[in-house]
């Protein structure tokens, strides 16, 4: 691997957009630090702000007043040119280029930055890799069009990578892939991330999958106002207010119980009796609080009976999964 980054804070310090001719702003005096290595995802309504929030970052749209700082450097400090090469953007649909192959649009940014052919090659080929693309000879010389949307949305991740930016920003990356193959790619860019640890802005309209991938969470209510910012957990068990409970759903006890999995509460062997056990169904490790929920539920059981890797580690019961002890969930509350 070429060396990382170790990622660097995106300030928002008051941070504010009126689109020429709007009466209101489209983001209103946005006071929000992501710290380096932090995922921290955008959710909110349409029209809310999210995507102008992160085009303030790159510059594609100018503040109209307020600042943001990468680092201890003000974004007005750089030519927008030189900025952008610090930042590595993905959108939704890729935003691959059509004219150009796999190799060709992963090579984009390295290519302005002047590295030589053997660099971008290397690059490229450990790029592919680690989105799941491989082996690499199959996907160099393939133009966008013939990709699956998942596979564009790997390359424009990719490409997004390249340079090794300290900073991505993620506009709906996920955006057009269906359920299954965005499960795929959420989890290749959450080990990714944990692998690569760059400070990332990711905006979705899916709260689900806010709750799945981010460090931290900002919700924005329209007029572009911060409405909460705060650890999944957090979020989920104490809504700031109407707005955010009501955007977070019904479901919200639900959700909570997937930030947790039955690894982390399970107690070990116990001394229930074998008969009351015995319906039980298995349920991994791995699994959330609410997946295993599920499970116990469609048995019709008390319970479930846990195993990781082919060994069974315990019990948990309908009030353990329900319930989980405090502690697991105030760790989860301080995750970074
Ligand atoms: N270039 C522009 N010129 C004028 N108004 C704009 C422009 N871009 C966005 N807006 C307005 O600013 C507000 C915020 O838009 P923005 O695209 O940031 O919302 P969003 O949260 O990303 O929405 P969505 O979830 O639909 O993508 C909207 O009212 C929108 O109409
Ligand atoms: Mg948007």
Redesign the pocket.
Known sequence: MTQHSTGTSITFDRATKT??G?AAP??DALDLEVEAGELVCLV??????????LQLVNRL?DLTSGDIRIGDRSISDQSAIELRRTIGYAIQQSGLFPHYTVAHNIATVPTILGWDKERIRTRTAELLELVGLSPVETWLSRYPAQLSGGQQQRVGIARALAADPPVMLMD?PFGALDPITRVAVQDEFLAIHRAVGKTTLF?T?DIDEAIKMADRIAI?KPG?KLAQFGTPSEVLSNPADDFVAEFLGSERGLKRLALTTVGEIVPGRSDRASAETAQWPDVEATMTLREALSVVSAARAEGAIVHKGGNRLGEVSLHDLIAPPVAVEDREGVRT
């Open positions: 689109y020429p709007a489209a983001l909110g309504p349409s029209g809310g702000g999210k995507t102008t929030a749209v709906e905006v309209h924005l572009g």
